[in-house]
């Protein structure tokens, strides 16, 4: 079995692999920068498996920021019935494009 890990970023929990892209909400890194996140919540490598209460201890997660992009447009609307009240509301998030580099 492979290594992975499942890490908890932006109030959403990701399975990763070393090798894997992901899509992430906005990180404060630079492109070509590096990124150490700790907020692991279970680390397997390939015949143990370690889960933490919240977060397993001393595991971390390094991922090489390839690049920034906004993600799809989402759209919130919400009318009352016969009333003529309605609110249109639209929002982009901003996501960070990252390689899963190492596991430990």
């Not at 990701?14 to 992901?22: H, Q, S, T």
């Not at 906005?26 to 590096?34: C, F, H, I, R, T």
């Not at 609307?77 to 639209?90: E, H, I, P, T």
């Amino acid at each position: 079995m492979e290594q992975y890990a499942v890490l908890a970023t932006g109030g959403k929990q990701v399975l990763v692999k070393v090798g894997d892209k992901i899509e992430i909400e906005k990180l404060s890194v630079n492109p070509g920068e590096e990124a150490v996140l700790d907020t692991v919540c279970a680390v397997s490598d390939g015949t143990t498996l370690k889960v933490g209460t919240p977060y397993v201890e001393g595991a971390k997660v390094t991922l090489s920021v390839d690049g920034v992009k906004r993600g799809p447009k989402v759209i919130n609307f919400k009318a009352k019935r016969r009333k003529g009240a309605r609110r249109k509301v639209g929002h982009r998030q901003d996501l960070t494009i990252a390689t899963v580099t190492k596991i430990a």
